[in-house]
């Protein structure tokens, strides 16, 4: 399996941090986040990827080159301005064989991905997404299942009404961590937000 890593936000909420360096490059312990997000997808069998950069793509880019210092293959989609992410999975649809992993470039985590990828295949999904429950009062992307775990529903900034109408125990989000099989991308039209 390949992986997309979404790396090509401004990282607004995180300024001053990011007034000259992408959120993805922030580092911890003297090494930036995508580092560590691209060790974890080698470890688990993740050798070829491609990043999609845009604001300071060049610090992104002349780090991590074709990935060879971190024995892995890795190519770029370098946006000439910032797209909706559907827009840019859709620009690099060639890059997806069968299946992708899809991961935001500033998710640090430790997450069992072999063990990700083989549920995703054991119940021959079209879309995995890896969620969590959001406290109350905390407002993000909300996804609903409907009884048998199938999506119902994904709303990337969904409004606080939105969120209120869901009981607790409903409130899951997205942790940016996704697998699509090549189906999904030829349902995203060419120029959608």
Not at 18 to 44: F, G
Not at 81 to 103: G, N, Y
Request: hydrophobic content about 40%; proline content about 5%; aromatic content about 8%.
């Amino acid at each position: 399996m390949k992986a997309i890593i979404l790396a090509a936000g401004i990282g607004e909420r995180m300024r001053p941090l990011t007034n000259n360096l992408p959120k993805p490059m922030l580092p911890i312990n003297k090494k930036p986040v995508l580092e560590y997000t691209l060790k974890l997808l080698k470890k688990h069998g993740i050798n070829e990827v491609l990043i999609t950069t845009f604001y300071l793509k060049e610090k992104i880019i002349n780090y991590f080159g074709d990935g060879r210092k971190l024995g892995m293959k890795i190519s770029y989609l370098q946006e000439k301005e910032l797209i909706p992410s559907a827009r840019a999975l859709k620009q690099v649809e060639t890059f997806v064989d069968d299946e992708v992993l899809i991961i935001f470039g500033d998710n640090l985590t430790d997450i069992n991905l072999t063990k990700l990828i083989n549920f995703h295949k054991n119940k021959k999904s079209d879309i995995t997404i890896v969620t969590y429950l959001i406290n109350p009062g905390h407002i993000t992307s909300i996804v609903d299942f409907d009884k048998n775990n199938k999506l119902k529903k994904f709303i990337e900034k969904p409004s606080e009404e939105e969120y209120n109408k869901l009981p607790l125990n409903k409130r899951f989000s997205g942790n940016g961590i996704y697998i699509l099989n090549k189906i999904f991308f030829s349902e995203i039209p060419k120029n959608s937000d």
